[in-house]
């Protein structure tokens, strides 16, 4: 985005401008006059460019970077209660059980869970209702780290190549200080925008928010317990934990809580094995295997390795891996 020149300055320019063409016709006859309007020249440009240059890249900058899908790649759904929206999804043929028969996965977003989730007394339907809730946020999400992981490539091609304009120079430089790189580490950049084993997500979604039972996930949109210490972050303070310095970070919908949490495990140092083991899985033409990523993730709880230990319980007796090989429906352009 191109700032523009506030009207202020720029009605103080129409009245100067006068006067400093006719002061700049007689300072051009001398060496030195010419040296003394170049130097004053370049110091109000230098001021300009430090009041309206480039602003710090927001917590989501995904917008900024041009992260997101072009148009709108999922159809959002209103806020429901739970039966309510058990029922669409079967009425629309979205079951657990033809997803695991190959189909693929609706494009619905779920802009928040029903409030009424701890009401369903079948805990099998309950957490039915929360994997197919958030299985396509989930895919969304990593289907958008592809597509910038490929523009990341083609300009890390073009750099080498030496043929990379200054904007998109720019641009990839941007891209890799949101991402916590190293500078001008290309493997280091690519081994943080990659995507996340759906059931690993889902996995700790369930883990964290309770199936979507819990206070964060019900009045903050909050399925993965990250945590803020600003007060200019929104949050929801912890009830059970006496005189917390932390708030649990809060969102506006599910979907910007996904793709928080998708970069907050491609980004912060505390996760750098996790990325290394996802690095090699690729670097071996496996996928990665959400079992063995959770092993790398002991420091995303207070619990340790007894956090591991549950991450892995979950994902196997809920089957998750099976949702990992699956894809959004094609979107048609209308």
Same mark, same amino acid.
């Given at each position: 985005?191109?700032?523009?020149?506030?009207?202020?300055?720029?009605?103080?320019?129409?009245?100067?401008?006068?006067?400093?063409?006719?002061?700049?016709?007689?300072?051009?006859?001398?060496?030195?006059?010419?040296?003394?309007?170049?130097?004053?020249?370049?110091?109000?440009?230098?001021?300009?460019?430090?009041? %309206?240059?480039?602003?710090?890249?927001?917590?989501?900058?995904? %917008?900024?970077?041009?992260?997101?899908?072009?148009?709108?790649?999922?159809?959002?759904?209103?806020?429901?209660?739970?039966?309510?929206?058990?029922?669409?999804?079967?009425?629309?043929?979205?079951?657990?059980?033809?997803?695991?028969?190959?189909?693929?996965?609706?494009?619905?977003?779920?802009?928040?869970?029903?409030?009424?989730?701890?009401?369903?007394?079948?805990?099998?339907?309950?957490?039915?209702?929360?994997?197919?809730?958030?299985?396509?946020?989930?895919?969304?999400?990593?289907?958008?780290?592809?597509?910038?992981?490929?523009?990341?490539?083609?300009?890390?091609?073009?750099?080498?190549?030496?043929?990379?304009?200054?904007?998109?120079?720019?641009?990839?430089?941007?891209?890799?200080?949101?991402?916590?790189?190293?500078?001008?580490?290309?493997?280091?950049?690519?081994?943080?925008?990659?995507?996340?084993?759906?059931?690993?997500?889902?996995?700790?979604?369930?883990?964290?928010?309770?199936?979507?039972?819990?206070?964060?996930?019900?009045?903050?949109?909050?399925?993965?317990?990250?945590?803020?210490?600003?007060?200019?972050?929104?949050?929801?303070?912890?009830?059970?934990?006496?005189?917390?310095?932390?708030?649990?970070?809060?969102?506006?919908?599910?979907?910007?809580?996904?793709?928080?949490?998708?970069?907050?495990?491609?980004?912060?140092?505390?996760?750098?094995?996790?990325?290394?083991?996802?690095?090699?899985?690729?670097?071996?033409?496996?996928?990665?295997?959400?079992?063995?990523?959770?092993?790398?993730?002991?420091?995303?709880?207070?619990?340790?390795?007894?956090?591991?230990?549950?991450?892995?319980?979950?994902?196997?007796?809920?089957?998750?891996?099976?949702?990992?090989?699956?894809?959004?429906?094609?979107?048609?352009?209308?």
């Amino acid at each position: 985005m191109v700032a523009r020149m506030p009207n202020a300055i720029l009605q103080h320019w129409r009245r100067w401008q006068p006067r400093l063409l006719h002061h700049g016709a007689r300072v051009n006859r001398s060496l030195l006059g010419r040296t003394t309007v170049l130097g004053g020249a370049l110091g109000i440009f230098l001021v300009l460019g430090l009041w %309206q240059g480039a602003q710090p890249l927001p917590p989501s900058a995904w %917008q900024e970077l041009g992260l997101l899908a072009e148009g709108p790649a999922l159809r959002r759904l209103p806020p429901r209660d739970a039966d309510d929206l058990a029922a669409f999804f079967d009425s629309n043929g979205y079951t657990l059980a033809r997803l695991q028969n190959g189909a693929a996965v609706p494009r619905l977003a779920v802009a928040r869970l029903p409030r009424d989730m701890d009401d369903l007394a079948d805990s099998d339907r309950r957490k039915a209702l929360f994997l197919r809730s958030l299985l396509p946020l989930v895919l969304q999400a990593n289907a958008e780290i592809a597509r910038i992981r490929g523009q990341v490539i083609a300009a890390l091609d073009a750099k080498a190549a030496g043929r990379l304009g200054a904007t998109d120079a720019l641009w990839l430089e941007q891209v890799a200080d949101w991402y916590g790189a190293a500078p001008g580490d290309a493997a280091d950049l690519l081994s943080r925008i990659d995507q996340v084993p759906p059931s690993l997500a889902l996995a700790q979604a369930a883990q964290e928010s309770g199936w979507g039972r819990s206070r964060f996930a019900r009045d903050a949109n909050a399925l993965f317990g990250q945590r803020v210490w600003s007060d200019h972050q929104p949050g929801l303070a912890p009830k059970e934990v006496d005189q917390a310095n932390f708030r649990v970070r809060a969102f506006p919908d599910l979907m910007t809580g996904v793709r928080s949490y998708l970069h907050n495990l491609n980004s912060h140092r505390a996760y750098q094995r996790f990325r290394e083991l996802r690095a090699q899985s690729r670097a071996g033409g496996q996928r990665a295997d959400a079992i063995d990523l959770a092993g790398s993730l002991s420091q995303y709880s207070e619990e340790g390795a007894d956090y591991v230990t549950a991450l892995r319980r979950l994902i196997s007796r809920n089957d998750l891996r099976a949702l990992d090989g699956l894809r959004l429906e094609r979107l048609t352009r209308s």
